[in-house]
């Protein structure tokens, strides 16, 4: 389960940095994060493109909640749960990133670290 924990936080911390991009995009137009690498790498193009809602709530939000119900739920060892939930996760990672790699040609550093996470989640949560 710590490995479980570690990567809630984890995620949770990749996912509020994602949150926090996000909102500063929309204050400014002109702002550039340590994420925008160029056009073709850049977090800027995931964070303001159609697909950062989900029925209109940013992913990065989602995601935060996310963790954060992930992690109380390994403190309560509901492994059946977890493991539904990372399958969730996952399959929306892989979603994604097909928009973001393929549809939209970007490769999104903070992104692809949600992905590795969530695939890591899988991992960890079958073994569990």
């Known amino acids: 389960m710590l490995a479980l924990q570690i990567l809630s936080i984890l995620g949770f911390v ?21 994420c925008d690498i160029s056009d073709n790498m850049s977090c800027k193009k995931a964070f303001t493109s159609e697909y950062r809602t989900l029925f209109g709530i940013s992913n990065s939000f989602i995601g935060m909640l996310f963790y954060v119900g992930l992690f109380v739920l390994t403190l309560y060892n509901f492994s059946n749960i977890i493991f539904y939930m990372s399958w969730l996760s996952f399959a929306m990672s892989v979603y994604l990133a097909y928009i973001s790699f393929i549809k939209m040609k970007n490769f999104c550093l903070v992104c692809t670290s949600i992905y590795i996470i969530n695939i890591l989640l899988l991992f960890f949560s079958y073994s569990v």
């Open 14 to 34: 990749v996912s509020l940095y994602a949150y926090i991009v996000e909102r500063k995009y929309e204050k400014d137009k002109k702002y550039k994060a340590v």
